[in-house]
């Protein structure tokens, strides 16, 4: 099982089960930074800018009670940075704004956000040091979130998160690849909300090795690859695995997949895990840009399936989808998120690539056996995109005997109108069935933005955001908030 992310977007020839066993190939293929590459070619590059924005809300502390509306002015300063030599590159993006509330100055306050990457070659195309890490702001569970993020919401959570370590990776004699990485990471929960009675999830430090050693695609039907990986954090938890998977072609298009290994896994407070991992599945490779896997077997002495769809339908339109199933702590599963973050952002083209690091869901720091899927489409024209996508977590907790069921949607449409224009569009949803902690609820919210850019460096926007949480126990809360906003930023 791997602390990298849960088993989501691997490309390496292992497909869906080894993504959810090892995603050994993420960790050494190297990340890329999250941050947009920036217009200029330039080996240095700092790109700051300076915004205001006046903003009024119907329910500035997000309440379901004695609502309070307010006027808020924001200011900000943002960097983007680029670094790049024969043997480092780094990248990012970083915001801090001021949030000023006209009446309830008690809400006032500080922001930060950003997120980035590194890449020191000590020796070329064999070692290298790798980092990254990001810091997003979030609420601690899908009930209550505001309209808009901004200092002072309830049950507002800062997360911060980095990962830092080295990355081998050499051929032998033309016929085996190798590959080794060693990665300290660390997960940071902070709130400014005083009024919360929610504990956050404990801080946490995790430590991961991973090697791998395969045929590659050498072989004209056969591929061999042996993956192994051992995990641990400040809590107790501690997971092992070693898997040997071996590939068939069947036609040209089709592989047969199967697996085989050992696996071990320590839950704090629980009673260790040790199974065999069996599983057997095809795969599909219906062109150069697509791959789709279908695993089933046993993992944990129980049935386990894995999936995962990449389908590049055409140019402008990408479908991906993945189902898995692992043993893991809330804080491994936020540090795998945000690799898959990272992967996510190196893989897709800059239209479709994510602009920031972000959690979703409710927040939990016991260790639980996660089940969660995911389909996403997207679509990129010439003039407009969309992106929809779907997520469902069903957590079972190991040692309070609870579970989280919470589903996710989101849909996102932005067109241009002309090429100083642009409208935005967004919708999303989300439904916890049962919650250890929080409750059962259903939040839906909206979102409308109108940008116009004044020239190459200004741009003034206008925008309506609207949320709206209900607690489905019965007498439960309900929070709703409307915000209208407007503001300018100029680069420089």
Known sequence: MSSEHPSRRTRHPGGAWAALFCTTSLTLTGGVAPAAEPADQRPFSITPALGVQEAYTDNAAVTATDRRSDFITRGLISLDAKLA???????????????????LSELNGWSVAGNGAANLELVRNTLAIEAEGAVTNGNVS??????????????????????????????????VDIAAAARFAQVLYATDDRAS??????????????????????????????????????????AANAVQSVFVGLRPKIRLISR???????????????????????????????????EG??????????????FQVSRILLLTGAYSKAIQPGQVAVARSFREFVQRSAELLPANAPTGFTFDGNL?????????????ALYTGDTDSLTASG????????????????????????RRLRPDLTLSLGTHYAHTYESLLYGASKTRGFSGRLAYKV??????????????????????????????????????
């Not at 009675?197 to 995790?206: A, F, G, V």
Request: proline share 4%; glycine share 12%.
């Open 85 to 103: 030599t024969s043997r480092f590159t780094a990248q990012g993006v970083g915001e801090a704004s001021y949030d000023a509330y006209s009446r």
């Open 142 to 175: 899908t009930f209550g979130a505001p309209a808009t993020q901004r200092h002072g919401a309830g049950g507002r959570v800062r997360l911060s998160t980095y990962a830092v370590g080295p990355r081998l990776t050499m051929t032998r004699g033309d016929h």
């Open 197 to 238: 009675e929610r504990r956050l999830p404990q801080d946490d430090s995790i430590i991961q090795l991973v090697g791998s050693v395969g045929t590659g695609a050498r072989l004209p039907r056969y591929e061999l690859l042996t993956t192994g990986e051992f995990v641990k954090d400040d809590h107790g938890y501690k």
């Open 260 to 294: 085989l290994g050992y696996e071990r896994v320590t839950p704090p407070g629980v009673a260790r895990i040790t199974a065999p991992i069996a599983s057997a599945g095809l795969e599909f490779t219906p062109n150069a840009r697509s791959k789709i896997s279908v």
């Open 297 to 310: 077997g046993s993992r944990y002495h129980r049935t386990a399936w894995a999936a995962e769809a990449r």
């Open 364 to 376: 939990y720091g016991e260790t639980s056996v996660n089940r969660s899927g995911e389909l996403r």
């Open 391 to 414: 997520s469902w977590s069903n957590r079972t907790f190991l040692r309070s005997g609870g579970r989280d069921r919470t589903f996710i949607g989101q849909l996102d449409y932005t």
């Open 455 to 492: 020239n190459s460096r200004t741009e003034f926007d206008t925008r309506f955001d609207r949320a709206q949480s209900r607690q489905l126990s019965p007498g439960g809360e309900r929070i709703t908030e409307n915000v209208v906003s407007v503001g300018v930023r100029r680069t420089f």
